[in-house]
């Protein structure tokens, strides 16, 4: 079965400083993983997507995540962050099932950035 | 762009009313899905369907139906609204990607915040 896991529900950071929100995840295939971010009020947006084509993946927003199969992780890092950084992040798991692709999603972190 | 919109960002219901929830997107997507999202638990999957009138439960489809007719519309169905029903309500598609055989990416719409009296 599917799981992800994302250590700590609230991050903190302060503007210009790094950036690191951690998902672990379960899977029994190789896995799909993605990083969702939702700013207030809104749905959710792709960051961005690994498919096994590279392990460091770059998504929008200077956000890159990197794929480590050793530790079943996926975490979400920013080298500087600011303050439209902030945000609650997902990271989801895809797996397949009755002819469709389905994600699992953490249950979220929200980072706040500090002036 | 793809787009998914859905009908309502607010909504106020009285326990026991039926109540619909209307999702469109414009990109001929197979899949559409229906979320809910509750502070501390993430989102959690109700229902999905794969094409028109197909559809499959999810996680949590108790108290909830569903509707496909067209392949651009997907409706969540409350058929008596409870107070545990509040909640945000998040619609997305996919496309089936055949060829890749990877999980595609999910476009979420906006949210309909749904609150029961």
């Known amino acids: 079965a599917q799981s992800v896991t994302q250590l700590g529900s609230h991050v903190s950071v302060s503007e210009g400083a790094l950036v690191l929100l951690r998902c672990n995840y379960s899977?029994?295939?190789?896995?799909?993983l993605f990083w969702y971010v939702q700013y207030p009020n809104q749905g959710l947006q792709l960051l961005l997507k690994?498919?096994?084509?590279?392990?460091l993946v770059k998504g929008i927003n200077g956000f890159e995540a990197e794929f480590k199969k050793s530790e079943t992780s996926f975490h979400l890092t920013k080298p500087s962050a600011h303050m439209s950084d902030a945000a609650e992040y997902f990271c989801?798991?895809?797996?397949?099932?009755?002819?469709?692709?389905?994600?699992?999603f953490g249950k979220g972190t929200r980072l706040t950035v500090n002036p | 762009d793809v787009k998914v919109t859905q009908s309502s960002r607010y909504l106020v219901k009285r326990t026991g009313e039926k109540v619909f929830l209307e999702c469109v997107q414009d990109?001929?997507?197979?899949?559409m899905f229906w979320y809910r999202q509750d502070p501390g638990l993430g989102l959690r999957l109700i229902y999905f369907?794969?094409?028109?009138?197909?559809?499959e439960k999810g996680d949590i489809p108790e108290g909830y139906s569903v509707s496909r007719e067209k392949k651009e519309r997907f409706s969540l169905i409350l058929e008596s609204a409870s107070t545990n029903q509040t909640s945000m309500y998040l619609c997305?598609?996919?496309?089936?990607?055949?060829?890749?055989?990877?999980?595609?990416?999910?476009?979420f719409g906006p949210g309909t915040r749904l609150t029961v009296l």
């Open positions: 989801a798991v895809g797996y397949s099932q009755g002819g469709s692709e389905k994600l699992v």
């Open positions: 690994y498919t096994s084509a590279a392990t």
């Open positions: 369907s794969y094409d028109v009138k197909m559809k």
């Open positions: 990109m001929d997507h197979e899949n």
């Open positions: 899977s029994s295939v190789p896995p799909y």
């Open positions: 997305a598609s996919s496309l089936v990607d055949g060829t890749s055989g990877s999980t595609d990416t999910q476009y």
